[in-house]
Nanobody, 126 residues
Framework: VQLQASGGGLVQAGDSLRLACVAS????????MAWFRQAPGKEREFVAQIGRNGRVSSGDSVKGQFTISRDNTKKTVYLQMNSLKPEDTAVYYCAAKDTILTDTRVFTSQSELPYWGRGTLVTVSS
């Protein structure tokens, strides 16, 4: 499966932004979809995941601020980011893993997800 993330840009602190990741190839509805981010000089960090059954999980740093969702008809996963802060500045990546319907695991390590998009840059100015 190929993943293409979009929606990044330069925004001011307090603004909102919605990222999208479109998948091609494979069967999108079978995939757990996740967002990670990597800030300059830091390791890649788990942001959020939505399972093929719609179950969502978020990283502690974005709980209550970011929301992940998916539209299987559009083969797209979204990340709604609200009240953005300068520390949210990072390259945001979407990732995917083929799973079974009853799989409730949360894949917080990038090594657990085999498919990755190229990332989209989000810059939040103060």
């Amino acid at each position: 499966v190929q993943l293409q993330a979009s929606g990044g840009g330069l925004v001011q602190a307090g603004d909102s932004l919605r990222l999208a990741c479109v998948a091609s190839g494979g069967t999108f509805s079978r995939y757990a979809m996740a967002w990670f981010r990597q800030a300059p000089g830091k390791e890649r960090e788990f942001v959020a995941q939505i399972g093929r059954n719609g179950r969502v999980s978020s990283g502690d740093s974005v709980k209550g601020q970011f929301t992940i969702s998916r539209d299987n008809t559009k083969k797209t996963v979204y990340l709604q980011m609200n009240s953005l802060k300068p520390e949210d500045t990072a390259v945001y990546y979407c990732a995917a893993k083929d799973t079974i319907l009853t799989d409730t695991r949360v894949f917080t390590s990038q090594s657990e997800l085999p498919y990755w998009g190229r990332g989209t840059l989000v810059t939040v100015s103060s």
